[in-house]
């Protein structure tokens, strides 16, 4: 077979700038190949080669993650990391970005988000049970962004609630700094034993390769290069770009390919995503070391004239690539016509490893599989901090609060930020599949694991506020954080997945941020003993030179030995006693609110020391807080985070209707500095939780957090109409009910004209 010769043999700029390549990308795969590719091939290399599949910035930087443990059964490198839970079940997960694709449209792309990552997880053989979102907007009283929000939020329940997939928690946060780039990351945890997880490679010269589910369209084409390059004002013309959805025909998938999986006939199984067949069958072939050709014109399509390029790097959404063996293609999709499912073979495997492409016979492209799929020069930009010097020596307590403390207090209730979700997650079906037990409002989800007596916890996180000033440490923040929120309903951490969200990597202090960033998630993985399995890197979050905040997502997965044990983050009895664990948090030598959502909302300033992160005493204040659940000694537990100790005081009250009496806590010489009143409300210090409890626990509790070698104050009651910190603050509890629970509501319930 001879190549059809090259219809443009010389690419302009702008086409190369349309499938997000460089001229000396351009002339390195020339180098490779011994010749320039056609414009197949240039748009094949294009999509493999962009930042989105190839990762070719961030590469280097992830080789640090520790990704090895005792229950990893796959890590990186698969479309999902594989963790064991004991008794031959395995849990795949994996949290993903659709920050481009939303915010041009925004139902479809925060829907797709979903179909994308539920493909992923049944293309490993595992049953998807749980969803969890990471959203973060602009300002919330736009207009504009309470729009984009309304509409992922309806695209991310409208495809999850179709498939029958519970969305069981997530994580909502507005600033201004998202104002242009929303994030919208989807995190999606699937369940499978250990025989049915499937490899997505091909393997076997001469079995041919199938392509089931929806017909082949025009949509979706160079999405892989739109998630690589900035946003700007032309940004609304890339709506082809963003893939359509139909989650009734991914439900039927779903079960198909379940129904097939262990099948000794199935060689490989992919999801048909990012890059389309390009991706999804060259890195299979890779995998398999192995080659494929391909047939595009036996490609069902649902539009007509659609050509090779079209077919090739067509993103249409709910499509599996299979490789079974010779002579048994005709069982697989009598299978799949059961299911009502439509299968083409398209092609077979070959032994040279290369990806060839013919169309009616005529090879139109060719191209060695180690220079589409490896072959892309690794990128190493310059990296330099920038100059924040100023702002960390700046003195936060010198800061005039604008309001009084109790005026405070509600006014950060009343931030969509630390207000109830309910709004979002009542869209969700969170009970679906009848396995959640805990499901959104709380510090984790709880799933129960079926036939057995323990169960699954699962969280999302991102990093602290203050991740401009110190990346590093604010993505440590993050682990820690979602540690202490599987730790409150007495879970230990198993595996972490993260989407790593930054703006242009050629901006010298961007590409530091994302260095340090990895660096911290290496810094606190190794420390907590938690392995990095997947993950993903979500980089151009920028419009017109304006790049978002570093801003590190992490899904974790723990497991609670004991289901009757969970925890929740509620007041539960009147006359509990309350403590607080860890640190006292505000003093002479903690004064934590730089970065705070305290600082943001009353003074609008991102300033001051970045919170004080100690891993060791992390890990020993989780291990006490779960030893204390495990012996029944507690009656509920929450993360002290956004907000300070008054926001979670008040939330714990909120979420048990119980009203709560507390003292300050104080540091070991009991100084209060000026500005001490506003720091030990608010102020972020990391590394605690407020706990209650009976008072006959009172002594046991305080053994057992000091034998832990854990900080231990008791600090009030729970009880009344009313929550106080004695001395600083006190608040209404049904007014603090009020704006807790109206905050996200009355902002999307104003009109949505424009002169509104």
């Known amino acids: 077979m001879t190549l059809a010769p090259a219809s443009s043999p010389v690419p302009s700029a702008a086409e190369l700038r349309e499938l997000a390549l460089t001229e000396s990308e351009y002339q390195a795969a020339s180098d490779q190949l011994g010749r320039v590719p056609n414009r197949l091939e240039l748009g094949m290399l294009g999509a493999l080669w962009s930042e989105h599949c190839s990762y070719k910035t961030s590469k280097a930087l992830l080789r640090q993650l520790p990704s090895s443990g005792p229950r990893v059964v796959q890590g990186p490198g698969e479309n999902a990391g594989v963790v064991d839970l004991g008794g031959d ?14 915010a041009v449209e925004p139902v479809q792309g925060a829907a797709t988000g979903v179909g994308g990552i539920l ?65 919208v990351n989807a995190m999606c945890v699937g369940l499978a034993r250990r025989e049915q997880l499937v490899r997505a490679q091909a393997a076997g010269p001469g079995n041919p390769l199938l392509l089931v589910g929806a017909d082949t369209g025009r949509d979706g084409i160079h999405g892989a290069t739109f998630a690589s390059v900035q946003l700007d004002e032309a940004a609304e013309g890339r709506r082809p770009a963003v893939q359509v959805g139909n989650p009734f025909l991914e439900k039927c998938l779903l079960e198909a390919c379940l129904e097939l999986v262990g099948d000794p ?62 002579g048994m293609e005709g069982r697989f999709q009598a299978a799949f016509r059961r299911w009502g499912l439509h299968s083409d073979v398209i092609g077979r495997v070959i032994e040279e490893p290369i990806f060839r492409i013919t169309d009616a016979s005529e090879v139109v492209a060719s191209l060695p599989l180690q220079v589409l799929v490896s072959g892309f020069p690794e990128r190493h930009p310059e990296a330099s901090p920038p100059d924040v010097s100023a702002i960390l020596a700046a003195d936060p307590l010198l800061r005039t609060p604008p309001w009084s403390a109790a005026e405070a207090w509600l006014r950060l209730l009343a931030s969509p930020n630390c207000a109830d979700t309910k709004w979002v997650w009542r869209q969700y079906d969170h009970q679906v599949g009848d396995d959640t037990v805990s499901g959104p409002g709380g510090d984790a989800a709880v799933l129960r694991l079926r036939g057995r007596s323990d169960a699954l916890a699962l969280t999302v996180d991102s990093a602290h506020r203050s991740a401009p000033l110190d990346p590093r440490r604010a993505t440590a923040i ?15 951490p198993l595996g972490i997945t993260n989407c790593l969200n930054f703006g242009d990597p050629d901006r010298p202090e961007i590409m530091w941020q994302l260095g340090e960033a990895v660096a911290g998630l290496a810094d606190a993985a190794r ?73 943001r909302l009353a003074h609008g300033v991102l300033e001051g020391r970045v919170p004080e992160l100690d ?25 002290c985070s956004l907000g300070g100790l008054a926001v979670t005081l008040a939330e714990s009250a909120l979420l048990g209707g119980l009203g709560a009496q507390i003292s300050p806590p104080l540091g070991p010489t009991g100084e209060r500095p000026p500005g001490w009143s506003v720091a030990a409300l608010f102020g972020e210090s990391q590394g605690r939780y407020l706990v209650s409890f009976s008072p006959a626990a009172l002594e046991e509790i305080t053994r057992l957090f000091s034998d832990h070698g854990t900080p231990f104050q008791n600090l009030g009651q729970v009880g009344g109409s009313v929550i106080v910190v004695e001395g600083l603050a006190e608040i209404n509890l049904a007014e603090a009910k009020a704006v807790w629970e109206g905050a996200i509501p009355e902002r999307q319930e104003r009109p949505w004209s424009a002169g509104a």
């Open 478 to 492: 993050a682990v820690a954080e979602a540690v202490r929120n599987l730790a409150c309903v007495g879970a230990e």
């Open 527 to 599: 420390a907590m003993g938690i392995p990095v399995v997947s993950g993903n890197v979500s980089l151009y979050n920028q419009f017109e030179g304006e790049g978002i905040p570093p801003t590190p997502t992490l899904g974790v997965v723990g497991l609670l030995p004991d289901l009757e044990l969970r925890l929740g983050a509620g007041f539960r009895r009147e006359g509990d006693l309350i403590g607080l664990v860890g640190p006292p948090g505000a003093g002479p030598d903690a004064v934590e609110l730089g970065g705070s959502e305290y600082q």
């Open 615 to 639: 891993l060791e005493q992390e890990m020993r204040s989780a291990a006490a807080i779960r030893a204390a659940i495990e012996q029944r000694l507690l009656n509920s537990a929450h993360d």
């Open 265 to 326: 006939d199935l060689v490989g199984l992919q999801d048909c995503g990012a890059a389309g067949l390009t991706s999804s069958c060259a890195e299979m072939a890779q995998r398999g070391g192995v080659g494929l050709e391909i047939a595009v014109d036996q490609v069902s399509r649902r539009e007509a004239q659609m050509t090779p390029y079209e077919v090739m790097l067509s993103e249409s959404q709910e499509r599996m690539v299979l490789v079974v063996r010779r």
């Open 89 to 102: 079940l395995l849990c795949c997960f994996k949290i993903e970005s659709h920050n481009h694709p939303s």
């Open 119 to 183: 493909r992923d997880r049944f293309a490993m053989g595992a049953r998807p049970v749980a969803l969890l979102d990471g959203i973060r907007f602009g300002d919330a009283d736009d207009l504009r962004q309470r729009q984009r929000f309304a509409r992922v939020v309806e695209g991310i329940g409208w495809y999850g609630n179709c498939v029958g997939v519970p969305t069981v928690g997530g994580e909502t946060y507005f600033d201004a700094a998202y104002q242009h780039n929303c994030l």
